[in-house]
C-alpha cells in the first residue's frame, strides 16, 4: 500500500484495528488511549473528536495538539523497516504509533512503552 492510501485512510477504520491487536493479546483500549495521548498530546475529548468527525490518518497526525519530544527515543523494526530510519516524517509518525502498539501487545510494560 503507497503511503497517500495510508495518509488518506480515515483513523475511525484504524483505531479499532489498534485497539483489537491490543485485546487480543491481554491489553485494553485503555491503554491504547494512553499511548495515543502520550505520543499525540490528545485527551478523551480530542481523540472523540477525531473519530466523531472521520479525521484522516494524516489530519490526525498534522492536527495533534502536541506530539511528544520524546518519541524520537523509539527504535526498532516494525514491517521490516527500522522506524527510526524512515525519512519521511509523517509516516514515521504513522509507524511510531504501530511500534508502540506492537510494544504493547507484546506485554512490555506501560512505563517502558512510554519511555519514562
Avoid at 497517500?4 to 483505531?15: E, G, L, R, W
Amino acid at each position: 500500500m503507497d503511503n497517500q492510501k495510508v495518509y488518506a485512510m480515515k483513523f475511525t477504520k484504524v483505531y479499532p484495528l489498534l485497539v483489537n491487536k491490543a485485546e487480543r493479546k491481554g491489553r485494553t483500549k485503555e491503554e491504547v488511549d494512553e499511548i495515543i495521548f502520550w505520543l499525540t498530546g490528545y485527551d478523551d475529548a480530542g481523540l472523540a473528536k477525531v473519530l466523531e468527525e472521520e479525521k484522516s490518518y494524516r489530519e490526525f497526525f498534522k492536527e495533534a495538539p502536541s506530539m511528544n519530544e520524546k518519541r524520537e527515543l523509539i527504535t526498532g523494526v516494525v514491517c521490516g523497516i527500522r522506524v527510526e530510519n524512515i525519512e519521511e516524517d509523517l509516516m514515521r509518525e504513522v509507524r511510531y504509533l504501530d511500534k508502540l502498539i506492537d510494544e504493547l501487545a507484546k506485554g512490555k510494560a506501560m512505563e517502558k512503552i512510554l519511555r519514562k
